[in-house]
């Protein structure tokens, strides 16, 4: 009979042993800063978010075990389960507040267009690591079409939030992958001829959205109120603040969704500038050292998978802090690391276990 000894050490570096600690360490910082925002912001939401944190932890502890080569073995049946799943949705999806976005499978409801967060990385650095001895032009158009079905389901959802993250995703890998500067100049310029065309395309709500973004003084008490109430709060934040459970605008909750989309508002205006300037320092640092995992590693699919990754994060800071601050339509994207939720929260925390797999992975190649 073996006999079982507890060795603290062994098992804490098994623990440990594929998690970066630069990366930990920078995101520790982040989610504690988090924290302190959101208990100010809403502090009975507080229990369900340290459940959620713990969710996020071990998704992510368990993805920085799974060998990049496995995940490669992943990408296609992930990405076509999701495209299956997006049909489902199309075809038989529950429908909440005028959007078709979940699948109720009787024990429980699924938002598939989550999935493909991961999956349409996952699903072009895997063809572009396929093809990598010879790019040719018949490449890059199934790379396009790989990327456009799924995001024209999102869209039609309708999830406009959710398709420009899957967008950005895929379109990161193709550019990561050496996509021409004469053909992005010409994608950028044939998307501005086609603004009128793609405005008759959009719904209504989103319609307004834009046309709100333009000019909310049009409808300040309805359509206006949440860009308003929110450069208001962020203004009035100043350079340091009015200190941490002070911000007016937060407590007599002027401020629309304060504990998810709009939660930067309440930080700007209990922090202030300076405040500002912590959080996008961290979101520079987290989103250089995935940079740098990306260029450190071994194989085309796991620095394309890398540096998408790591550049999704800056799109979700980003587009968040845009919308909050005025200069971006509302869009329901969540500051990342920092908005209260779930599903959101997972998808990220899993993207940093891929990277810690992909760090941990180079680290072995290299001996």
Same mark, same amino acid.
């Given at each position: 009979m073996t006999e079982f000894a507890f060795r603290p050490r062994e098992w &804490?570096?098994?623990?440990?042993?594929?998690? *970066?600690?630069?990366?930990?360490?920078?995101?520790?910082?982040?989610?504690g800063y988090a924290l302190l925002v959101l208990v100010s912001a809403s502090p009975e939401r507080m229990n369900n978010q340290f459940i959620n944190l713990a969710v996020a932890l071990v998704v992510m502890r368990v993805a920085a075990q799974i060998p990049p080569q496995r995940l490669m073995y992943l990408a296609l049946p992930l990405y076509l389960g999701g495209v299956l799943l997006l049909v489902a949705v199309a075809l038989f999806g529950d429908v909440s507040k005028g959007a078709r976005r979940w699948l109720n499978l009787g024990f429980m409801r699924i938002q598939p267009s989550e999935i493909m967060k991961i999956a349409m990385p996952l699903m072009l650095a895997w063809y572009f690591q396929k093809h990598e001895a010879m790019l040719r032009a018949r490449d890059w158009i199934v790379a396009a079409l790989i990327l456009l079905l799924p995001v024209a389901f999102i869209a039609r959802q309708p999830d406009l939030g959710t398709s420009i993250l899957v967008l950005s995703a895929g379109f990161f890998v193709i550019f990561l992958?050496? %996509?021409? &500067?004469?053909?992005?100049?010409?994608?950028?310029f044939g998307g501005?001829?086609?603004?009128?065309f793609v405005w008759t395309l959009l719904h209504d709500y989103q319609r307004q959205r834009v046309l709100t973004l333009l000019d909310p003084e049009a409808d300040p008490l309805g359509k206006g109120f949440h860009i308003i109430q929110s450069t208001i709060?962020?203004?009035s934040g100043g350079i340091l603040?009015?200190?941490?459970?002070?911000?007016?605008?937060?407590?007599l909750e002027f401020i629309p969704e304060?504990?998810? *989309?709009? #939660?930067?508002?309440?930080?700007?205006e209990e922090f202030g500038l300076l405040g500002n300037t912590f959080l996008l320092a961290l979101y520079a640092l987290i989103i250089g050292r995935g940079l740098m995992i990306a260029a450190n590693a071994p194989t085309l699919f796991s620095r394309l998978l890398a540096g998408s990754i790591t550049l999704i994060f800056f799109t979700y800071a980003f587009v968040n802090m845009g919308m909050v601050s005025g200069i971006l339509p509302v869009v329901g994207v969540p500051l990342p690391f920092f908005s209260y939720g779930?599903?959101?929260?997972?998808?990220?925390?899993?993207?940093?276990?891929? %990277?810690?797999? #992909?760090?941990?992975?180079?680290? %072995?190649?290299?001996?």
């Open positions: &804490w570096q098994r623990l440990v042993a594929p998690i *970066d600690p630069v990366l930990l360490a920078l995101l520790a910082l982040l989610i992958a050496g %996509l021409s &500067w004469k053909i992005m100049a010409l994608l950028f501005l001829a086609s603004l009128p709060a962020v203004g603040g009015k200190g941490w459970g002070n911000g007016t605008q937060t407590h304060r504990h998810t *989309d709009f #939660i930067f508002a309440v930080l700007s779930g599903t959101a929260l997972v998808t990220l925390f899993l993207g940093v276990g891929i %990277l810690m797999s #992909i760090h941990k992975h180079r680290m %072995l190649v290299q001996k």
